[in-house]
Structure formats: structure tokens, C-alpha cells
T-cell receptor, first 110, second 114 residues
Framework: SQQGEEDPQALSIQEGENATMNCSYK?????LQWYRQNSGRGLVHLIL?????REKHSGRLRVTLDTSKKSSSLLITASRAADTASYFC??????????FGPGTRLSVLP | ETGVTQTPRHLVMGMTNKKSLKCEQH?????MYWYKQSAKKPLELMFV???????ENNSVPSRFSPECPNSSHLFLHLHTLQPEDSALYLC?????????????FGPGTRLTVT
């Protein structure tokens, strides 16, 4: 079964609004990473959060991790049209597994 | 630019052809990866190389054959592919391995099998 699953599958907001995406996973993890992908291009790493961390910030991005609920969230504040992309979470466990979720497709309307 | 390049960017091949995808990283990383991204499916990890040694092969059909001659270059040799193999093939690298490091992705090769 899939390790990471993002929610919602698609999200459409107005420029300036905040966007929140969630990721749930099933097994114990070593770390969780968020990536962004513009249409048909490679992925760009956004944030890595380790299992002993609860929150990390990077510019307008805020990631939280709740290991008791096996979930993470990515918040993009004051969104811009350029934030339009697909966002993926990926989890690494204590073995050799590294699994991406299906992604959330974010559309920021000007 | 992420420091990871892939060629070609687009490839159309017949089912009887043999072709190769190339990936090169200029970041001094020790781990390299091949991923397959099909429409409406999650990114699938295909192969992992650490220090030129293959450490992961996620039940990939033998018509896909990876090669890692050195820590900077990674190839994916393709032969007798099927139309369902049409996808975006992404290469990535990281300092050590994905469990603790962020991955840097190339722009991908869009493969169409006719």
C-alpha cells in the first residue's frame, strides 16, 4: 500500500490566500520531505523534516510533522501565481524505502 | 538549474528500438536514482546507486537496464519497450542516500513508445 498520500488531490485558491496541503503515511519514518514540480519538469526539494522535529520554516513555507498521527502539513502563506505546481511528500523509513505520494495539484489564480 | 542534467529531453522510440537515457550530476554527490513518472500515478523509484553500486532495484522489468560508470554519470538503457513504458523518466542525486538527504532532480526525459 502507498506510504505517503497527499490531501487534497487538487486545490485552487486566489493569489494572496494561504494554501495548506496534508500528507499521511503508514509506517515509521526517518524523515519526511516535500517537493514541488512544475508541469512536466523535474522536482525541486522544498523542506526536509526529521522524525524528531515538529515544525520547520523556509521563507513562506511552513511544514509540520505529527508522528503520533503519522501526518504532515505544508502551508504556503501569501500565495502567488508562481506557486502553481504539484506538491509531493516523500517519506524515508529506516530501511531502504523512499516513497512519494501522488501529489496535490495547486492552482493559484491571479 | 539543479546541477543535474538529462539527455535527451524528449525521445520517441519504437518497440524494437534500443536507446539510452543519460544523466549527469555536477554536485559531487554519491548517490543517484532513476524514477518513472506516469500520468496519474505516484513517482516510482526504479534504481538506486550508492558510490556506483546498485543498492535498489524495485522489481523493474529487465527491458530497463541501468549503468553507473562513475558517481557523476548514470544511464538507463532501453530495449524492446512497451507502450505502457511511455512516461517521464527522472534522474536524481543526493549527497549520500535519500533516507537522510534531499534529492536534486534533473528535468526529465519524456519518453514515448510507439
Amino acid at each position: 500500500s502507498q506510504q505517503g498520500e497527499e490531501d487534497p488531490q487538487a486545490l485552487s485558491i486566489q493569489e494572496g490566500e494561504n494554501a495548506t496541503m496534508n500528507c499521511s503515511y503508514k509506517t515509521s519514518i526517518n524523515n519526511l520531505q516535500w517537493y514541488r514540480q512544475n508541469s512536466g519538469r523535474g522536482l525541486v526539494h522544498l523542506i526536509l523534516i526529521r522524525s524528531n522535529e515538529r515544525e520547520k520554516h523556509s521563507g513562506r513555507l511552513r511544514v509540520t510533522l505529527d508522528t503520533s498521527k503519522k501526518s504532515s502539513s505544508l502551508l504556503i502563506t501569501a500565495s502567488r501565481a508562481a506557486d502553481t505546481a504539484s506538491y509531493f511528500c516523500a517519506t524515508g523509513d529506516y530501511g531502504q524505502n523512499f516513497v512519494f505520494g501522488p501529489g496535490t495539484r495547486l492552482s493559484v489564480l491571479p | 538549474e539543479t546541477g543535474v542534467t538529462q539527455t535527451p529531453r524528449h525521445l520517441v522510440m519504437g518497440m524494437t528500438n534500443k536507446k539510452s537515457l543519460k544523466c549527469e550530476q555536477h554536485l559531487g554527490h554519491n548517490a543517484m536514482y532513476w524514477y518513472k513518472q506516469s500520468a496519474k500515478k505516484p513517482l516510482e523509484l526504479m534504481f538506486v546507486y550508492n558510490f556506483k553500486e546498485q543498492t535498489e532495484n524495485n522489481s523493474v522489468p529487465s527491458r530497463f537496464s541501468p549503468e553507473c560508470p562513475n558517481s557523476s554519470h548514470l544511464f538507463l538503457h532501453l530495449h524492446t519497450l512497451q507502450p505502457e513504458d511511455s512516461a517521464l523518466y527522472l534522474c536524481a542525486s543526493s549527497q549520500q542516500n535519500a533516507l537522510s538527504d534531499e534529492q536534486y532532480f534533473g528535468p526529465g526525459t519524456r519518453l514515448t513508445v510507439t
